[in-house]
């Protein structure tokens, strides 16, 4: 089993509608959960920490982390042509800190 | 506040030669991790310095190592290339004193092997 495992793309959405991406997680323990978003041939770039159970909201980006379900997730509202990039799930072992990816989820945003 | 800097960002190298690499963390972070991305594999964690000592290893053979100084400052060498070991590297800076601390990337070194 993956330690980081995120639904499958490609994810292609209309503009201005919702993109929601999942990533699910083996560690039990772990307490640290991010998202990041890469654009083709750049490097990762962090849009989002979460930490506690329940939703995160930081602009049109809403994170939700559900600790007993081992389950993570990434809403992205009104969906822009801009927000057109893989988005990668990473998790923070539990005991070491170990950053785990998830092989990411690439999502296209059609005007 | 400075980023991440990696370099070289380009690097091409032939079959058996060795390669090092270079990443300055963010100023006051003692976390350095290093990635391997290809597009098959994805993110692959190599290891992580934190304060001049190896912290964790990922899966990858001995020809893969690295080392950190005392300014933080980390390099990953790679020895007997392979054509495999064609991808993009990344390095993470955090602050590394705790877990749950956000890691950002540099740019990038991306090899290629022929």
């Known amino acids: 089993q993956k330690e980081v495992e995120q639904n499958s793309g490609p994810l292609s959405v209309p503009e201005g509608a919702i993109a929601s991406l999942n990533c699910t997680y083996s560690d039990r323990g772990s307490q640290s959960f991010f998202w990041y978003r890469q654009y083709s041939g750049k490097s990762p770039e962090l849009i989002m920490s979460?930490?506690?159970?329940g939703d995160k909201e930081d602009g049109r980006f809403t994170a939700q982390l559900n600790k007993a379900s081992q389950y993570v997730s990434l809403l992205i509202r009104d969906s822009q042509p801009s927000d057109s990039a893989t988005y990668l799930c990473?998790?923070?072992?539990?005991?070491?800190?170990?950053?785990?990816f998830g092989a990411g989820t690439t999502v296209t945003v059609r005007a | 506040k400075a980023g991440v800097t990696q370099t070289p960002r380009y690097l091409i190298k032939t079959r058996g030669q060795q390669v090092t690499l270079s990443c300055s963390p963010i100023?006051?972070?003692?976390?350095v991790s290093w990635y391997q991305q290809t597009p098959g594999q994805g993110l692959q964690f190599l290891f992580e310095y934190f304060s001049e000592t190896q912290r964790n290893k990922g899966n990858f053979p001995g020809r893969f190592s690295g080392r950190q100084f005392s300014n933080s400052r980390s390099e990953m060498n790679v020895s007997t290339l392979e054509l495999g070991d064609s991808a993009l590297y990344l390095c993470?800076?955090?602050?590394?004193?705790?877990?749950?601390?956000?890691?950002?990337f540099g740019q990038g070194t991306r090899l290629t092997v022929v």
């Open positions: 100023s006051g972070h003692r976390s």
């Open positions: 993470a800076s955090r602050d590394g004193l705790a877990g749950n601390t956000e890691a950002f």
């Open positions: 979460i930490y506690s159970n």
């Open positions: 990473a998790v923070n072992g539990a005991n070491d800190y170990k950053l785990s």
